[in-house]
Every structure is written in structure tokens, then in C-alpha cells.
């Protein structure tokens, strides 16, 4: 079986989306392996535009299966709002794979990711504060909340919890401040 990968330089805006959707007329699968709704990808078919963030551009092609793979972290409710706008639009998601191990960017990463930047003052990075970095960082420490996790929500509760209460502690030792319930 042969592969086409496009890979970008990592600067945005390359049109690795437009590439993606012309060479998934013919793929079985298109995959997103990396990243986060931080960037989007913009798929204009006739006069239609789509902007999508987290779902491959595939999405289109209803003779590919469109995949999110594990280095993806994803944030549910973009990723839900996401679908429901193809659905509005007459686009069936409904194909869509997602990896079992794929992590979720919480809420509390996407606060956290501001109070770090804040932080920062003049060595900010220039964030998108939406919770990206923060959400691989658990992931890196292997403390992240995974998309499988969702599937007992007692369980899910719980890491929730712990997880709420980590964060709590290691930013009140750093900066002094609690900020999450």
C-alpha cells in the first residue's frame, strides 16, 4: 500500500489543507496525526468554504475514511461544533475515526495555558491559549486525560478531579494561586 504525507515547515499557512483534500480524492484513509484546533484548514469546494480545525479535510472525500490520530489533542467542544457544522452543512462526519489514546484538552488547560503566558510577561510565547501546549505537556508526563477515558464517566470524574487538584497544587507552590475549582 503506498502513502502520500504532506508535511508542513510548520509555519501555517502552506495550504496543507487544499493539498490534503486534493490528494484524498484518491486515499482510503486521511489521517491527522499532530496538533491541535490551534490552526485551521480551509477547504473550498465550488463556492463553498469550510473551515475546519481538528477534522482532516478528507472529511469531504465520502470515499475516505477520515482519522484523528493519537499525537492529536483535542478539544471536545471544538471538535463537536466542528461536526455539527458539516452536518448543517451537508457533510456526513459520521466516517470519522478517532484514536482511543488521542488526549483531550481540558478546560483547565486552556486557563492554564493563559496563567503560564501571563507568567511569562516578556518571554511569553505568543500562545494561542487554547489549551495546546498545556494538554501535551500532560501528555509528555503521562497525566493527560485520553478520549477512552470518556467512555466510564465515574472514572472520567475522577481523573478530572485529580487531575483539577495537581494543577491546583503545582501552581500554588509556583505563583501562589489557586485558580481552579
Same mark, same amino acid.
Request: with cysteine; aromatic share 6%.
Given at each position: 500500500?503506498?502513502? +502520500?504525507?504532506? !508535511?508542513?515547515?510548520?509555519?501555517?499557512?502552506?495550504?496543507?489543507? $487544499?493539498?490534503?483534500?486534493? &490528494?484524498?480524492?484518491?486515499?482510503? &484513509?486521511?489521517?491527522r496525526y499532530q496538533g491541535g484546533n490551534n490552526a485551521g484548514h480551509t477547504i473550498i469546494i465550488g463556492k463553498e468554504? &469550510?473551515?475546519?480545525?481538528?477534522?482532516?479535510?478528507?472529511?469531504?472525500?465520502?470515499?475516505? +475514511?477520515?482519522?484523528?490520530?493519537?499525537?492529536?489533542?483535542?478539544?471536545?467542544?471544538?471538535?463537536?461544533?466542528?461536526?455539527?457544522?458539516?452536518?448543517?452543512?451537508g457533510v456526513d462526519p459520521s466516517r470519522l475515526l478517532i484514536d482511543s489514546t488521542a488526549h483531550l484538552i481540558m478546560?483547565?488547560?486552556?486557563? !492554564?495555558?493563559?496563567?503560564?503566558?501571563?507568567?511569562?510577561?516578556?518571554?511569553?510565547?505568543?500562545? +494561542?491559549?487554547?489549551?495546546?501546549?498545556?494538554?501535551?505537556?500532560?501528555?509528555?508526563?503521562?497525566?493527560?486525560?485520553?478520549?477512552?477515558?470518556? !467512555?466510564?464517566?465515574?472514572? /472520567?470524574?475522577?481523573?478530572?478531579?485529580? $487531575?483539577?487538584?495537581?494543577?491546583?497544587?503545582?501552581?500554588?507552590?509556583?505563583?501562589?494561586?489557586?485558580? /481552579?475549582?
Amino acid at each position: 500500500m503506498t502513502a +502520500t504525507v504532506v !508535511l508542513g515547515a510548520q509555519w501555517g499557512d502552506e495550504g496543507k489543507g $487544499r493539498v490534503t483534500d486534493y &490528494f484524498s480524492e484518491s486515499a482510503k &484513509f486521511v489521517v491527522r496525526y499532530q496538533g491541535g484546533n490551534n490552526a485551521g484548514h480551509t477547504i473550498i469546494i465550488g463556492k463553498e468554504k &469550510f473551515a475546519l480545525s481538528l477534522i482532516p479535510s478528507g472529511v469531504m472525500n465520502q470515499g475516505a +475514511t477520515p482519522v484523528i490520530g493519537c499525537g492529536v489533542v483535542i478539544d471536545p467542544a471544538v471538535l463537536l461544533a466542528e461536526m455539527e457544522m458539516l452536518r448543517n452543512r451537508g457533510v456526513d462526519p459520521s466516517r470519522l475515526l478517532i484514536d482511543s489514546t488521542a488526549h483531550l484538552i481540558m478546560p483547565y488547560h486552556r486557563s !492554564l495555558d493563559v496563567i503560564l503566558e501571563e507568567q511569562r510577561g516578556k518571554e511569553s510565547l505568543g500562545t +494561542t491559549k487554547k489549551g495546546i501546549g498545556p494538554a501535551y505537556q500532560d501528555k509528555a508526563e503521562r497525566s493527560g486525560i485520553r478520549v477512552q477515558d470518556l !467512555l466510564d464517566p465515574d472514572h /472520567f470524574r475522577q481523573l478530572v478531579a485529580n $487531575r483539577v487538584a495537581s494543577k491546583n497544587q503545582a501552581l500554588t507552590a509556583a505563583y501562589g494561586i489557586e485558580p /481552579f475549582d
